[in-house]
């Protein structure tokens, strides 16, 4: 019999890969639902009774501010708070000088650089320099063997002297015969003769004087001084080696330090300004400082302009002369040049924190009587450090907000502070009066009072 199945044997059913979940409960998986969506509409109730109590509470005009939905005193007991004005710092518009200050960048350039070369052929014997030493005009740097150029000059002077004492016989023998000319004892053609001689021997004088010139020369260039007063760089070549005049490197770099100059850029702009400044015979002060533009190293005076204008930069270029005793200024430094073109005098000074800026310019608000801030458009002139002149737009005694104008909208009832001093304005500026800012263009941070 065969034990293969038949179609009249039932089959098994096949295993389960994975036992089955039981199913919930009806009553248990309907409580689950109602707990998550009371938690969802509590969620959203919560999110709507916040917003309308912020909103609610905000004061009317205030901005988003951090002090602007907060209390700080009683409803309506005048804090700083939803319904209370809101403190600001404020100073006072008043009349200042504006430094009119132009910064280009630059490059320490002397007033000349020579490389000290040889003049005649020969052996360096002696150098009389170490470097980086400080030499004056005139002082002597190296020799070059001269005993050659010695007897070149011996020689000169020798064949001078032949040549003279031909000479002088010459012009005796001429005397001679111009007066036996005259007494008709020779003849014209003799005399003639002997003019001729001597005018040979003249020749030959003025030949070897001119060699006795040189040679005293080529002696001259053997000793190497210095043509002008500076500091010699780094030695090129020692002593015993053969010079010549075509050699490239030379024996060392002068470099003349003091003065100095300083030759910087400045935008084509400014040029109408500074000629009108040159042509008045005004001096001009330049200040030069570090690559930061934040340590001073000199002060000097401009000396000079270029006569062109760069096309493809759109600047031109300015030479300052810098006295340089320190020697704080090095050749080819990199420096910051700041230049005092001019001196605004009597004008609107206001901190520039007191600036703000919008879709129709440039504005400021300003605290009224009735303690009421005000925005007034306004229109800026020149700038220096943290102050910056108003052309128009302000008046003397104005109190400009300096700080909290980030809170502010027009009408709003403010409490103003000056700096250092109480709430409400009772105080004045400090000792002295506000002078704008410090000489150096700094100022302190303010904080108004009360303010934590």
Not at 213 to 241: E, K
Request: glycine letters at 12%; aromatic letters at 6%; hydrophobic letters at 35%.
């Amino acid at each position: 019999m065969s034990n293969l199945p038949t179609d009249q044997e039932p089959r098994k059913a096949a295993p389960l890969a994975y036992p089955s979940r039981p199913e919930r409960p009806p009553g248990k998986r309907t409580k689950t639902r109602w707990v998550l969506w009371s938690i969802l509409v509590l969620g959203i109730a919560g999110i709507v009774v916040t917003g309308y109590l912020s909103h609610k509470g905000q004061a009317p005009g205030a901005g988003a501010g951090p002090a602007g939905g907060r209390a700080r005193g009683g409803p309506g007991g005048g804090g700083f708070g939803m319904n209370g004005p809101l403190p600001v710092v404020v100073r006072t518009a008043q009349k200042g000088n504006i430094d009119v200050i132009l910064d280009g960048l630059g490059t320490v350039t002397p007033l000349a650089t020579v490389t000290v070369r040889p003049q005649v052929s020969g052996q360096l014997t002696e150098v009389n320099y170490t470097e980086g030493q400080e030499v004056k005009a005139g002082d002597l740097l190296a020799v070059i063997d001269p005993r050659p150029f010695e007897a070149q000059l011996h020689q000169a002077q020798g064949q001078l002297l032949q040549a003279q004492a031909q000479l002088k016989v010459a012009q005796i023998d001429l005397e001679r015969y111009v007066t036996l000319s005259a007494q008709d004892s020779i003849s014209k053609q003799q005399v003639d003769a002997e003019q001729a001689l001597v005018s040979q021997y003249e020749g030959m004088t003025t030949a070897d004087q001119g060699a006795v010139d040189n040679a005293q020369l080529s002696l001259a260039y053997c000793h190497i001084t210095a043509p002008f007063a500076g500091r010699v760089g780094l030695r090129l070549i020692d002593r015993g080696n053969y010079v010549t005049p075509g050699d490239a490197g030379g024996l060392v770099i002068l470099t003349q330090v003091k003065p100095i100059t300083v030759i910087f850029s400045l935008a084509e702009d400014y040029i109408p300004a500074l000629q009108k400044r040159i042509k008045d015979g005004s001096v001009i002060p330049v200040d030069a400082y570090d690559r930061t533009g934040a340590t001073k190293l000199a002060s000097g005076k401009l000396s000079s302009i270029d006569n062109t204008v760069d096309p493809t930069t759109g600047t031109f270029k300015l030479r300052a002369t810098f006295p340089n005793d320190d020697e704080s200024l090095y050749p080819n430094q990199f420096v910051m040049a700041r230049m005092l073109l001019n001196v605004d005098s009597g004008v609107t000074v206001i901190p520039t924190s007191a600036v703000e800026r919008g879709q129709q310019g440039t504005f400021v608000y300003v605290v009224g009587a009735d303690n009421k801030v005000t925005a007034k458009a306004v229109v800026l002139g020149n700038s220096q450090g943290e102050r910056v002149a108003v052309s128009s737009g302000l008046a003397l005694g104005d109190k400009v907000v300096v700080d909290g104008a980030d809170r502010l909208k027009e009408g709003m009832e403010v409490v103003a502070q000056t700096p250092g001093g109480p709430a409400g304005g009772k105080k004045g500026p400090p000792a002295g009066g506000w002078k704008g800012g410090a000489s150096d263009g700094s100022q302190k941070q303010w904080k108004p009072a009360g303010n934590n």
